[in-house]
């Protein structure tokens, strides 16, 4: 059905060991082998990619158009049966699953129309019979290192802008959804990209990752992960002084004020903090309540929690579907000891679930009675695991809520237009809902976070030319007929 090899300068190769991919709703079943490229074969695929962007920059429009509309347009056509791939491997449902691969398409079609849209800027000089061209141009090779819990989208809102600004990659995704990643490349070998001007290096961070981030022959490092790894990515950059961009973990806050409508409330709430099993960094990890509407909120929630149906990724009525991996269920249940032990209250949920197949189920968790210095608070889990904070008021809210050393994303749920306006102004985060979850974000707009949630330009829309091209100011002369 598809390869699972490495894409290198046009071909699939081998590497040196494989690694398989189960599926977290039945881990009996194991979805393939997939080989790991060798630390050697990242120099073959950062020379692959300078060789074919030496010659891709120079593509007309027209061409660069053509090949995203066919990515874009396979990768809709063929959502369902990708989308079906990707739930068995990551474990989001089948329609997040078909949804994601449909987004990912997506973002080719929209990169493709903006290369259509591009212009420069001409100006006159001071100097007289001059003129100045600000133009942009690729930055050149860009290593995409991207994480496993959008496996097609997540690659694509980095792939496509790069190659509609003229710019080669080396692509490592995350060593946990290899078949995703395999799907996509596959659909890339099929448009009439060159060879060699994609190129995915599977395998781990440790060696594969560490090989890219650190050599200086790539001159552009965009990255989608931890906290943890950002920071040692930003460590090699610094060495080589490597153009970066990086989107990491979050901690984001839904508030609800007494105004708020309690029904919207409670959907925006399980919504943010559960599907996709809390598996987002845009996930609601903390939920702050004004104290008139605190116990119904809660009350509500747990009702609303007790109706969930979590199950295989591919049932039909599964809400909500497995954690990815046993390494996730160990860290999300010992979350829920260590917000026990801190003193919070687990209303409900947090504990493992046994369903017909073998595979990562746990109940999502709401947890009450704690406060925003604890742990659970303050650490990015990646789990469906979520803390009430009681707040004397508004004012309250909206500090516990900016309270953090993350930013990506926040929301408030109210009825009051002056609140909703004063929380987007005061709100500290890249991305700021009103009425709606904190998860869930637009292709064509930026996004992106402040503090430790993200460093450098952002991705999306018209904002990630910022990152994929540098700017070239040109001073002409027209001499005596200026
Ligand atoms: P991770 O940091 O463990 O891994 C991300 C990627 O980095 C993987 O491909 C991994 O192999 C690679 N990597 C690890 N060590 C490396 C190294 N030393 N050098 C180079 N590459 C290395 O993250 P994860 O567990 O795959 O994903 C979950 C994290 O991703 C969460 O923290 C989540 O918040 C974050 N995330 C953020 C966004 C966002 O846009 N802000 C979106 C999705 C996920």
Redesign the pocket.
């Given at each position: 059905m598809f390869e699972t090899r490495n894409h290198i300068d046009g071909r699939w190769v081998e590497g040196p060991s494989t690694l398989p991919d189960i599926n977290p709703s039945d881990t009996r079943e194991v979805i393939g082998e997939f080989a790991q490229a060798g630390e050697d074969q990242v120099p073959e695929a950062i020379t692959a990619a300078r060789r074919a962007q030496s010659q891709w920059q120079w593509s007309p429009p027209e061409t660069r158009y053509g090949a995203l509309m066919q990515i874009g347009n396979a990768l809709m056509e063929r959502s369902a049966e990708f989308g079906e791939l990707l739930s068995r491997e990551e474990g989001k449902t089948l329609p997040e699953g078909k949804g994601e691969v449909y987004r990912a398409g997506q973002f080719f079609t929209y990169y493709a129309a903006e290369v259509l849209r591009r212009m420069g800027d001409l100006t006159d000089s001071v100097r007289p019979g001059v003129e100045v061209l600000v133009s942009r141009e690729p930055v050149g090779v860009v290593a995409v290192?991207?994480?496993?819990?959008?496996p097609t989208a997540?690659p694509a809102w980095k792939l496509a802008p790069a190659i509609a600004h003229g710019n080669a990659v080396v692509w490592?995704?995350?060593?946990l959804v290899p078949a995703s990643a395999a799907a996509l490349m596959q659909i890339i070998e099929d448009s009439d990209l060159p060879p060699g001007l994609v190129n995915m290096v599977l395998g781990?961070?440790?060696t594969v990752?560490?090989a890219?981030?650190t050599s200086p022959d790539i001159d552009a490092i965009t990255?989608?992960?931890?906290?943890a790894?950002g920071r040692?990515?930003a460590e090699a950059a610094a060495v080589n002084l490597t153009k970066l961009q990086m989107?990491?973990?979050?901690k984001n806050p839904l508030v609800v004020v007494d105004d708020a409508d309690l029904d919207t409330a409670v959907s925006c709430a399980v919504n943010g903090s559960f599907f996709s099993m809390g598996q987002k960094?845009t996930a609601s990890s903390r939920i702050v309540v004004t104290r008139g509407v605190h116990d119904e909120f809660v009350a509500r929630m747990q009702a609303a929690m007790d109706r969930l149906v979590i199950g295989h990724a591919l049932e039909a009525d599964s809400q909500i579907g497995p954690v990815v991996d046993e390494h996730q269920l160990a860290r999300n249940l010992s979350y829920i000891e260590i917000g026990r032990g801190d003193g919070a209250e687990l209303v409900c949920g947090g504990e493992p679930l046994e369903r017909a197949t073998p595979g990562h189920y746990m109940a999502p968790a709401l947890f009450v009675g704690g406060d925003n210095a604890m742990r659970l608070n303050r650490e990015?889990v990646?789990g469906p695991l979520t803390c009430v904070l009681r707040a004397d008021d508004y004012d309250h809210a909206l500090a516990l809520a900016n309270d953090t050393e993350f930013g990506?994303t926040s929301s408030i749920i109210t009825t009051s237009l002056s609140r909703a306006t004063h929380f987007r102004r005061h709100s500290r985060t890249g991305c700021v809902m009103v009425n709606l979850p904190t998860s869930g974000t637009d292709y064509h707009v930026p996004f992106g976070?402040r503090k430790n949630?993200s460093f450098g330009p952002r991705e999306q829309g018209r904002h990630a030319e910022e990152f994929y091209t540098q700017v070239k100011t040109a001073y002409v002369s027209a001499g005596q007929a200026g």
């Open positions: 290192i991207t994480p496993w819990n959008f997540l490592k995704p995350a060593s781990s961070g440790r990752g560490e890219l981030i990255f989608t992960g931890s906290l790894t040692r990515i989107e990491m973990g979050s960094c990015e990646f990506l976070g949630s």
